[in-house]
Nanobody, 125 residues
Framework: QVQLVESGGGLVQAGGALRLSCAAS????????MAWFRQAPGKEREFVAA????????WYGDPAKGRFTIARDNAKSTVFLQMNNLKGEDTAAYYC??????????????????WGQGTQVTVSS
């Protein structure tokens, strides 16, 4: 049974940094794309970034470009999201997701089969 467990969220001041982790277990992920989404209260879940597990190709949503970096550690089956220069609008619950590789729709929640429980990121101004 595939499990995704996020960690690393917390309270940080504007301009600060956090690194989120997503530990994956219970499956073989070589044919998977892993992603981070976020959801603020009253808003839809929003695509942040994705990475192809096998060869590390990455994609970023508009909120992440220039500030966030997604990476993976194959040996530890863990995906990371390094977030720098955080802003108040980055406050949200951040979710890790995994889905079979596809060439389109990486920013669509419906294309991911597995989800973690989320980790809260709060940025204070």
């Amino acid at each position: 049974q595939v499990q995704l467990v996020e960690s690393g969220g917390g309270l940080v001041q504007a301009g600060g940094a956090l690194r989120l982790s997503c530990a994956a277990s219970g499956g073989s992920f070589s044919e998977y794309t892993m992603a981070w989404f976020r959801q603020a209260p009253g808003k839809e879940r929003e695509f942040v970034a994705a990475i192809r597990w096998s060869y590390g190709a990455t994609w970023y949503g508009d909120p992440a470009k220039g500030r966030f970096t997604i990476a993976r550690d194959n040996a530890k089956s863990t995906v990371f999201l390094q977030m720098n220069n955080l802003k108040g609008e980055d406050t949200a619950a951040y979710y890790c997701a995994g889905g079979r590789n596809r060439d389109y729709g990486l920013d669509q929640t419906t294309n991911y089969d597995y989800w973690g429980q989320g980790t809260q990121v709060t940025v204070s101004s």
